[in-house]
C-alpha cells in the first residue's frame, strides 16, 4: 500500500481544522464521506473528485476505502468506531474518544479484535511544543520531573454551540472537551500513569447549562503532581500569558475583548445553531490559514529538579539552575501534521501510535475521575474505572 484510502464520516468543523494536513500528506488520499447533509456530500465530491455517502455502512462497506476519519459529535464516536473496525477499517477518531470509560473501553477492545489501528486525535497532546518537552523530559538532562501547571482561561462556554455540547451527559462541558486536551497534554510530559485525581467541577451560568470551569490536582504513578485549571466563561484571555497567540497558532488582539459574548447575546437559539453549522464543511467554513505559530493549550511550566520548562507556541523556555535558554521551534508547515503522521506510520509502517486506543481509553477514565471527585469531594483513582469497564 503506497497511499492510505481514507473516508471521512462527519464533515464538521474537526473535519476542516484538519483538512490541511490531511490534502498535505504525501500518503494519505481522500477516498469518499459520509454527512447527514446532501449539500456537503456534493460539495465534497465536486471539490475531491470522489463519493459522498448518503449512508455510514455503503462507505464502510467501499472495499477501495482503507481507514476513515470520525469527526462527528462526541456521542456517536464510540458506535461508529465499532462499526468501522468491524468492517476491517484503521481508525483515526477525534477527541475525546467517546463520552463513558465503558465505550472507550469497546473501542479499544474492538481495534485489539480486528487487528486494525485506531489511534485518538487531534489533542494539544501532539502539539509539538509538547513532544519536544516530553523528549527533554524523558532525557533526564534537567532531572526527574515534579510538576506540570497547567492553565487555560478561554470563551469555550460562550462561542456557538449544539445543544448536546451544553449536555454533560451527551458529552458537553469542558470536561470532556477540553479537560481531555489538558490530560492529554500533562500525561505525554510526565510520562508516568496517573494514581490520581482530586477536582473541583462547576457550572456558574444557568444559561449554558454543563460544566464551564474546573481545577484538578493529578498524581502520578512516579510522584509527579499536576495542577489543572480551565474556565471557558469569557472573562480573562490566557494567551495573555503565550504572546497574544491563539490557541490555532494565529497572532490574537486583545482589543477584541467580549466578542464572544457580545456574539452570542444577539442570536436566537435557532441563530446559534446555524452559526455554529456555518463554521463547517460545505456551509461556508473556510480551511484555517498557515499559521505562523504552533497550535497551544494555555500556559504550561513542567517543573523538573533542575529546570523550569516554558512551553511556548514558538518553542521551550528553559529556566535553568544558573542560565536562561530559549529553545526555537520552527513554524509549522500545515496545522495538525502530527496527527496524521502518526495515524499514517501506524497504518502503513507498523509503526505503534502513542495515543491509541488504550491512550484514549486512560484519558477518559481521568475525565470521569474528575467529574466523580468533583461530585464526592474526594480523591480518585482513575485506574479502577478501567479495570470495572471490562479493560
Aim: charged share 20%; net charge negative.
Amino acid at each position: 500500500m503506497t497511499a492510505l484510502q481514507l473516508g471521512v464520516i462527519g464533515l464538521g468543523r474537526g473535519f476542516m481544522l484538519t483538512l490541511p494536513a490531511l490534502l498535505r500528506h504525501p500518503r494519505i488520499e481522500l477516498a469518499g464521506a459520509f454527512d447527514l447533509r446532501p449539500g456537503a456530500l456534493a460539495r465534497f465530491a465536486e471539490e475531491f473528485g470522489r463519493p459522498g455517502y448518503a449512508e455510514m455502512n455503503t462507505l464502510l462497506a467501499d472495499p477501495t476505502i482503507d481507514a476513515v476519519y470520525i469527526a462527528t459529535p462526541h456521542e456517536y464516536h464510540a458506535t461508529q468506531t465499532i462499526a468501522a473496525l468491524r468492517a476491517g477499517k484503521h481508525v483515526l477518531v477525534e477527541k475525546p474518544m467517546a463520552t463513558t470509560v465503558a465505550d472507550c473501553a469497546a473501542m479499544a477492545a474492538a481495534a485489539r479484535d480486528s487487528g486494525r489501528v485506531l489511534v485518538v486525535g487531534p489533542s494539544h497532546g501532539f502539539d509539538e511544543q509538547v513532544r519536544r518537552g516530553a523528549e527533554l523530559v524523558a532525557s533526564g538532562c534537567f532531572g526527574s520531573v515534579r510538576l506540570v501547571t497547567a492553565l487555560n482561561f478561554t470563551d469555550f462556554m460562550f462561542r456557538p454551540r449544539r445543544a448536546e455540547e451544553l449536555d454533560s451527559s451527551r458529552g458537553g462541558g469542558v470536561v470532556y472537551s477540553q479537560a481531555a486536551h489538558q490530560i492529554d497534554v500533562v500525561r505525554r510530559l510526565v510520562g508516568q500513569p496517573v494514581a490520581s485525581v482530586r477536582a473541583m467541577a462547576a457550572n456558574w451560568d444557568a444559561t449554558r447549562p454543563s460544566e464551564g470551569a474546573y481545577t484538578a490536582l493529578l498524581s502520578f504513578a512516579g510522584g509527579a503532581t499536576a495542577t489543572l485549571t480551565y474556565s471557558g466563561y469569557a472573562h480573562y484571555d490566557s494567551d495573555e500569558l503565550v504572546g497574544w497567540v491563539s490557541e490555532l497558532g494565529e497572532p490574537k488582539d486583545p482589543a477584541r475583548y467580549g466578542e464572544a459574548r457580545r456574539l452570542l447575546a444577539t442570536l436566537s437559539a435557532g441563530d446559534e445553531q446555524r452559526a455554529k453549522l456555518a463554521r463547517t464543511f460545505g456551509a461556508g467554513g473556510t480551511l484555517p490559514n498557515a499559521a505562523p505559530h504552533h497550535e497551544h493549550f494555555g500556559f504550561i511550566l513542567v517543573s523538573c529538579e533542575r529546570a523550569d520548562l516554558k512551553l511556548l507556541p514558538t518553542g521551550i523556555e528553559v529556566y535553568g539552575d544558573a542560565t536562561r535558554e530559549f529553545i526555537p521551534i520552527d513554524p509549522p508547515e500545515v496545522p495538525r501534521a502530527a496527527v496524521i503522521e502518526e495515524f499514517a506510520d501506524a497504518v502503513l509502517d507498523s509503526r505503534p501510535p502513542i495515543h491509541d486506543g488504550k491512550w484514549g481509553l486512560d484519558t477518559m477514565a481521568c475525565c470521569t475521575a474528575l467529574l466523580q471527585s468533583s461530585r464526592l469531594a474526594a480523591d480518585v483513582d482513575p485506574r479502577p474505572l478501567t479495570i470495572a469497564s471490562g479493560e
